[in-house]
């Protein structure tokens, strides 16, 4: 097995995610099998229990882990499937030493951070790095290792020190470390300064790792002199300092890389420049040029309650673009806080109330997306039922799904105290309640994870269809409530479909109004399995139906399995590229610190 380990300096947010999956593209693309490993330095067990706006997003994996949202960049990016242990936090690791200690593996030892810590951390990469991710039954040749957080965080010392001791033990020729760091231009001055990521790299060899390669970030390409004088000060030759400049389009990183040889350093570092072929993309560079070059707008409307943060909802970006691309669309993403739309709003601030509202209306679409808690609710039901009766395509994820069930009981039903019991526990009519498998007192992995089954009821229905007309789906869920199985029949008797269930036919999973020309709510999380090339098939549908294009595509058969192949095995890569209703990009490489992926 060999390793790559990627470490960052400087500042965070330098996009060590993106990087890391780039390389293990461009080594997938080169004829070697890749998997990855991501390690949090914070002390919760997982991502689960944290806020959207503390790290982003909260991916879900198929065995029901919740995790850093860069295991969804690994999995788009390589197409591939990770598991709860790709993810290692310093919760983990410190837990299951004490499980030991516990159990008396430690009998008549000190329990410290050397050697005990280090050496469950090592174990545990070991471990991990060959559990085969891509479908096949062997280990992968190369493991991708993110270390999160910058070099000289308090939290990071004990990692360091295990991956110093590893790279020592697997020895030279096993492990490459690369470096991502940042190269500032001062404004007053002009030039790139080099300086930073000296001392980035004087920190990490006082720390006991030695970089093989750096990875500099800048707003524009390093002039040779600035190579010449890193190479000098960080004692890494000028050939494996590889200059990461702002992109037009995020798909272009991997062809940034290629074009500099970084796989040439890399595959020279590990020696296996003789086993690994020439990096072979094929359509890869059609499918970024084709993002450049779209140009007919489809604006999306996400009504949502972290709009603050777009990391908040990055897979859900990320399945937009996918289907945009697929459409050959160009992709506006309207941010509308939930709020906003709410008649409290008009009261206490009547302009962002009517901001929000015209860029509901301007919209070509509806997407509410998953989430918790009651604020922005009201909000919500009012875009889902805007959507409804002006026919604007939409589509409901998770709450979003529970959303317009909701709006539907209060216009259609009549119910118009009815409610989800996350909400108000005590309404009359609780068309979403909580599920009895949940747990009201522990909340970390506790709701309904991971892939389940969904089974479609309506072989003529849009959301069949657009599964290409199979008689099941394995989606990813995370949620703790469910619509109300007892009023499922009252709401078909008043028009409303159930086009997907679970195996027990009491849960349901798909919701679509069959008049209309596109409002459709899933329990699951489609978002988590969308790839470039593949996008998921409600996504799809949701575009193709706000581009005029729904019919077409449901004649076709559904969303096809590669709508552009990458030309590279198979492999996907992904992240943002997506045009806001600002007109910026949203992406790593967007400027010269970029943003946390």
Request: net charge neutral; proline share 5%.
């Amino acid at each position: 097995m060999k390793y790559v380990l990627v470490t960052g300096g400087v500042v965070s947010g330098l996009g060590k995610g993106v990087t890391a999956s780039s390389i293990g593209l461009i080594l997938k693309s080169c004829g070697l099998r890749v998997t990855s490993i991501k390690i949090d330095p914070y002390l919760n067990t997982d991502a689960g229990t944290m806020s959207p706006f503390e790290h982003g997003e909260v991916f879900v994996l198929d065995d029901g882990g919740e995790v850093d949202l860069d295991l969804g960049n690994y999995e788009r990016f390589l197409d591939i499937k990770l598991t709860r242990d790709n993810n290692i936090t310093t919760g983990k690791i410190y837990q299951s030493v004490l499980d030991k200690e516990r159990r008396g593996d430690y009998l008549g030892k000190t329990v410290q951070v050397v050697p005990h810590i280090t050496d469950a951390i090592q174990e545990w990469i070991e471990r991990v790095a060959v559990i085969p991710v891509d479908g096949e039954d062997s280990p992968a040749d190369v493991c991708v290792i993110e270390l999160g957080g910058t070099i000289g965080d308090i939290e990071s010392m004990p990692f360091i020190e295990a991956l110093g001791q590893f790279s020592y033990r697997v020895g030279a020729g096993n492990f490459c470390l690369i470096h991502v760091s940042l190269v500032p231009v001062l404004n007053v001055v002009g030039e790139q300064k080099t300086k930073p990521t000296q001392h980035s790299v004087r920190g990490l060899r006082s720390l006991g790792l030695t970089p093989n390669i750096l990875a500099c970030r800048s707003t524009t390409g390093l002039d040779d002199n600035v190579k010449e004088k890193l190479s000098r000060f960080c004692h890494v030759p000028v050939d494996s300092i590889i200059s990461l400049y702002d992109a037009s389009n995020i798909w272009r990183v991997p062809l940034i890389l290629r074009d500099q040889k970084a796989h040439e350093a890399i595959l020279k570092v590990l020696n296996l420049k003789g086993v690994a072929r020439e990096p072979v993309f094929g359509e890869w560079t059609s499918r970024t040029e084709l993002c450049d070059r779209l140009h007919e707008p489809v604006r999306v409307a996400m009504v949502g309650k972290y709009t603050g943060l777009s990391d908040s909802y990055l897979s859900v970006l990320k399945a937009l673009l996918h289907s945009s691309v697929a459409c050959r669309r160009k992709l506006f993403v309207d941010w509308v806080p939930a709020s906003d739309l709410e008649n409290e709003t008009a009261k206490e601030n009547p302009e962002n109330y009517r901001n929000s509202w015209n860029l509901l209306k301007g919209a070509d679409a509806v997407l509410v997306p998953g989430g918790f808690g009651d604020r922005g609710v009201e909000g919500k039901i009012l875009a889902a039922k805007y959507a409804r009766e002006n026919r604007i395509p939409y589509l409901g994820i998770c709450l979003g799904m529970q959303i317009a069930v909701i709006e539907y009981a209060r216009s259609i039903l009549g119910l118009q105290d009815a409610n989800s019991t996350e909400f108000d526990p005590n309404t009359p009519n609780p068309c979403v309640i909580f599920m009895p498998e949940g747990s009201k007192t522990h909340m970390g992995g506790t709701m309904r994870l991971g892939s389940r089954r969904t089974y479609f009821q309506v072989k003529d229905s849009k959301s069949t269809k657009l599964f290409g007309n199979r008689s099941f789906v394995d989606e990813r869920h995370r949620h703790r409530y469910e619509v109300n199985p007892d009023m499922v029949q009252q709401f078909e008797d008043a028009g409303l479909s159930f086009t997907g269930k679970d195996e027990t036919g009491h849960r349901m999973e798909i919701v679509e109004l069959p008049n209309h020309p596109y409002f459709i709510g899933v329990q699951f999380h489609p978002e988590f399995k969308s790839r470039p090339g593949k996008p998921s098939a409600v996504f799809l549908g949701l575009i193709a139906a706000a581009c005029g294009q729904l019919d077409s595509l449901l004649k076709k058969g559904g969303a096809p399995t590669h709508v552009l192949s990458n030309g590279t095995s198979g492999e996907k890569f992904h992240r943002n590229g997506t045009t806001l209703a600002n007109g910026s990009l949203d992406g790593i490489y967007r400027n010269g610190n970029g943003v946390h992926v």
